[in-house]
């Protein structure tokens, strides 16, 4: 098996803290292990998808190549665009960045076990699903409407405070902020879609649309509980056209997955493949990072990348941990 890694660099506010990773990289490899490793560093977004589709096209048919993307959802997004037609890929995430909601849907509590190279080296891989998103791919979620504008604005601020290095650990509250402003000033309001599930005409007015793959988005935040990596179908909540003030009373109980408690402001479905259309330019989130394009088609490949996950952890099931704390649980 071949080695390759991808790091982003502003995931290391620190440049100490990236010689240290490297480090571990190196001393993984060269206690008894011959596996060839090489490390690319990206110098912005986008730039580390060619470097990775050049290298895994590179490798001699039959042999494992693993690509490692060091960082947060957006260089997973690099990598996985890069090798996602690879048979002979497989993913592996190391949650360095500001948000790491794939490995977030594998527990929070497991970060240091992914940072682990000599582990996740040697990890089995098991097949996830993939979103397929026009000529893209995603793997944790995409999103139309009220949350791509939040993310926008998230990321105003994030760019403004960069070398902030605790900035990261406000991602969700800064998510919900952009959100809440967007509606205040009137940046978000409801936009009509044509859209297409499965064959069935789903159009009309809304706020947002949530297509997820995994539960967790927006930096931790729940709104797609029933999403599953490996179910063969993805999940979609919508947002219907309500006031700003009830969009912004019903937010924090929707970011925390209980958008059930309201079955006539959202609806949620199970599909395999949609289309979505709008008059005017859609901003679109795919993993987090942002889009324009006034057309976009979404479909399920089930089992299509293989991801590179430890012994002992799988995916977490969280409809079970809202219920509780909807009973007024702590845990």
């Known amino acids: 098996m071949r080695h390759y890694f991808v ?27 011959r596996a060839e490793y090489k490390v690319y560093i990206s110098r912005c977004p986008r730039d580390a998808v060619a470097a990775v589709h050049r290298y895994t096209a590179s490798v001699r048919d039959g042999e494992t190549v693993r690509i490692y993307a060091v960082g947060g ?27 790491n909601d794939f490995v977030n849907a594998l527990g929070v509590e497991n970060f240091e076990i992914f940072r ?33 504008q939040a993310v926008m604005r998230m990321n105003g601020i994030m760019k403004a405070t960069s070398k902030d290095r605790y900035m990261r650990r406000f991602i969700p509250a800064l998510y919900k902020i952009g959100a809440i402003t967007g509606i205040i000033n009137g940046s978000i309001l409801p936009k009509r879609y044509t859209v297409k599930i499965d064959g069935a005409d789903k159009s009309g007015e ?39 003030f009830r969009t912004l009373s019903i937010m924090p109980e929707y970011t925390r997955g209980r958008f059930e408690k309201y079955p006539r ?14 008059e005017t330019p859609m901003t679109v989130i795919l993993d987090g990072e942002l889009f324009m394009t006034s057309e976009i088609t979404f479909k399920v490949l089930p089992d299509a990348v293989k991801v590179a996950v430890p012994e002992g952890l799988g995916f977490v099931d969280v409809t079970e941990r809202i219920r509780r704390k909807a009973r007024g649980s702590d845990s």
């Open 265 to 278: 402001i959202f609806t949620h479905l199970r599909f395999r493949e949609m289309s979505c259309r709008s």
């Open 206 to 244: 809304y706020i947002n649309m949530n297509i997820a793959n995994t539960a967790f988005n927006g930096g931790g935040n729940i709104p797609n509980p029933y999403a599953a990596p490996n179910d063969g179908e993805l999940d979609i909540v919508f947002l219907n056209r309500i006031s700003p």
């Open 116 to 148: 682990d190279i000599k582990r996740l080296s040697r990890a089995p891989s098991v097949p996830v699903d993939l979103i397929r998103c026009g000529s893209r791919f995603a793997l944790v979620n995409c999103s139309i409407g009220a949350e791509s």
């Open 73 to 99: 959802d957006g260089i997973l997004f690099d990598c996985l665009n890069g090798m996602a037609e690879f048979e002979n890929a497989e993913l592996a995430s190391v949650p360095y960045g500001n948000a």
């Open 7 to 33: 790091i982003n660099p502003k995931s290391f506010v620190q440049l100490e803290d990236l010689k240290r990773f490297l480090l571990s990289v190196e001393n993984c490899f060269s206690a008894g292990n």
